[in-house]
């Protein structure tokens, strides 16, 4: 890499030094009372390394809890990833673990999934400067723990992470890589921008990667304002209480689920009661996580930071705490919201 001009031996990134760039749009729909997650995830790939690639790789790191994977210790089993639709460039293509596709590879483009892994030939050649477009639909059933990095408590509160079908990372370095995920690792992301559009019954808070972007839509006029004084406060503003969650209003009333946005037919079959659509806005993140609840605590703050958008006025960041006061007492006295505060500003 130091020869190419990629790297350098201080450190810093070569004068070409690349990365590739991404952008995801997540639709997706979550029934809590089945735990059970269904959406697509359109990607936009953009091929900025010099060489030409014939194929993508990307991780299915919810397979996972899938019968008969690899993994470093114990996990439950609750099925994995299932693939529905896989698209390129708007191309149907079949899976290699079809029925009746023999044991040759048919030409590509196809997809063959191994373990956390997904190969996709994309039968042609992806230029550098070229992208591709990549549509997939997937279900699961989320794990009540997943190797300790997310899951759900009571079927009433959830943490959701590493869901959703996403790029492995071609670098300048190892090209793809595809190392396989198996419980016990960290994770190695590119950066991309994200927009998300998440289904869930009215009367749950979400919160996501990045920023709200139907708050209208979405919560009530008295949980508007509290947030607007939390954003500007240097104290600590409870948006919700396990009380007023129990009570409703603490979201906007919802509409049918025949209604719903949501491109997953979960939105319209399962769920019942009115529902709502959360819109998320991200741009060069690693990741796109989110939380749900209808019981937890919902406070929020904002840290003062340095100027970041060159007015000489100092800025300041929004932060967002959530937690269940019987489960985790100690971040009662609005705890996480204050020491997080803190931290930011410390550093």
């Known amino acids: 890499a130091v020869e190419r001009g990629t790297r350098t031996l201080e450190g810093r990134p070569g004068d070409d030094y690349w990365t590739d760039r991404a952008r995801y749009h997540l639709d997706a729909t979550l029934d809590p009372v089945t735990a059970r997650l269904e959406g ?7 091929n900025r390394s010099p060489v030409a690639l014939d194929a993508v790789v ?11 994977v690899v993994r470093n210790e114990p996990q439950q089993v609750t099925g994995g990833v299932e693939l529905g639709e896989v698209r390129v460039d708007g191309m149907l293509v079949r899976s290699f673990d079809e029925p009746g596709m023999g044991r ?32 997939i639909d997937f279900g699961q059933t989320l794990p009540q723990s997943g190797a300790g990095r997310m899951g759900w408590s009571r079927r ?53 990667t990045g920023e709200l972007a139907n708050p209208g839509e979405v919560l009530s ?51 019942e009661g009115p ?49 269940r006061p019987d489960l985790a007492p100690v971040w009662a006295e609005q705890r996480a919201a204050r020491f997080t505060k803190h931290a930011i500003e410390f550093h």
Request: net charge negative; aromatic share 10%; glycine share 8%.
């Open 275 to 323: 529902v709502l659509t959360w819109r998320f806005e991200a741009e060069q993140v690693r990741d796109f996580t989110f939380t749900a609840s209808k019981v937890q605590q919902w406070d929020a703050t904002s840290a003062r930071v340095a100027d970041r958008d060159g007015d000489g006025r100092e800025d300041r960041v929004a932060i967002h705490a959530f937690h």
């Open 58 to 68: 990307l991780h299915l790191h919810q397979n996972l809890h899938a019968p008969g």
């Open 221 to 271: 006029a008295r949980t508007r304002g509290r947030l607007e004084q939390a954003l500007e406060s240097d104290s600590v503003v409870t948006i919700a209480s396990p009380e007023e969650m129990a009570a409703g209003g603490v979201t906007a009333e919802g509409t049918p689920p025949e209604q719903a946005s949501a491109k997953s037919v979960l939105a319209r079959s399962t769920l």
């Open 156 to 208: 009433e509160m959830y943490f959701v992470g590493y869901w959703y079908p996403r790029l492995a990372v071609h670098d300048d370095l190892r090209g793809w890589d595809a190392e396989p995920y198996r419980g016990t690792a960290e994770f190695y992301d590119g950066f991309a921008d994200y927009s998300a559009e998440l289904t869930l019954p009215a009367g749950w808070t979400v919160m996501a």
């Open 104 to 135: 040759a590879p048919p030409p590509p483009p196809f997809h063959i999934v191994d373990g956390t892994l997904m190969l996709l030939p994309l039968g042609r050649e992806l230029a550098s400067g070229d992208s591709v477009r990549l549509e």
């Open 40 to 46: 697509r995830v359109e990607i936009v790939y953009h």
